[in-house]
């Protein structure tokens, strides 16, 4: 079975200061993993995806994503956090080899960008 | 279309009422699936389709919930005697073959049952 877990459900950053939302996944077999963005009374957007390539991801509007394998962590990041990504982010786990067409959410963080 | 179309977007129904949701996909996307999100939760999965079967429906919490996708475009879920339990956002997501991680996702239709 397929997890993941999202360890803070509020983070509140200061404009221009890096971000960090973290999460841990649980998989039987190799991952894929990805990050989605819900901004209010919005469509859910993929921001980056892991699909066993590089363990590096670089997504769209700054952010990027590591995969730990050894820590079960796929973490998100951005240097420089801007009012615009005050929004609702999920992880999300998918065990594309197994053929099931699942999506996993964790339970999301909503990120606050004080001014 | 330019992208997936959700109607209502938002549907207030009694206890007891049967309920249908619309979900129009890209034009061309073979696979559909339907979520749930509950408010503070992330989306769980209800059912995918591949074409015009149901190829995993192991997410549908009970029998009174039911998906269609007749022509293997348009979906329909379907939810009878409804519950206050039920209320949530359903969204709908469709992409082009079988690749979850390509789905695009339409606004979804907040569903009250009072």
């Known amino acids: 079975a397929q997890s993941v877990t999202q360890l803070d459900s509020h983070v509140s950053v200061s404009e221009g200061t890096p971000v960090l939302l973290r999460c841990n996944y649980s998989s039987s077999y190799s991952p894929s993993l990805f990050w989605y963005v819900q901004h209010p009374n919005k469509g859910l957007q993929l921001l980056l995806k892991?699909?066993?390539?590089?363990?590096l991801v670089k997504g769209i509007n700054g952010f990027e994503a590591e995969f730990k394998k050894s820590e079960t962590s796929f973490h998100l990041t951005k240097p420089s956090a801007h009012m615009s990504d005050a929004a609702e982010y999920f992880c999300v786990v998918s065990e594309r080899n197994t053929g099931r067409r699942a999506l996993t959410f964790g339970s999301g963080t909503r990120l606050q960008v004080q001014p | 279309g330019a992208g997936v179309s959700q109607t209502p977007s938002n549907k207030v129904t009694e206890k007891g009422k049967y309920v249908e949701l619309r979900c129009d996909p890209i034009?061309?996307?073979?696979?559909l699936y339907w979520y749930r999100q509950s408010l503070g939760q992330g989306p769980e999965f209800l059912i995918y389709?591949?074409?015009?079967?149901?190829?995993?429906d192991s997410g549908l919490p009970n029998d009174r919930f039911f998906a269609v996708r007749p022509e293997g475009s348009v979906s329909t879920l379907k939810i009878q005697r409804t519950e206050r339990g039920d209320s949530a956002v359903y969204l709908c997501?469709?992409?082009?073959?079988?690749?979850?991680?390509?789905?695009?996702f339409g606004q979804g239709t907040r569903l009250t049952v009072v």
């Open positions: 997501a469709s992409s082009l073959q079988g690749d979850a991680a390509e789905a695009f």
């Open positions: 034009s061309g996307h073979t696979a």
């Open positions: 892991y699909t066993s390539a590089a363990t």
């Open positions: 389709f591949q074409g015009t079967g149901a190829a995993d």
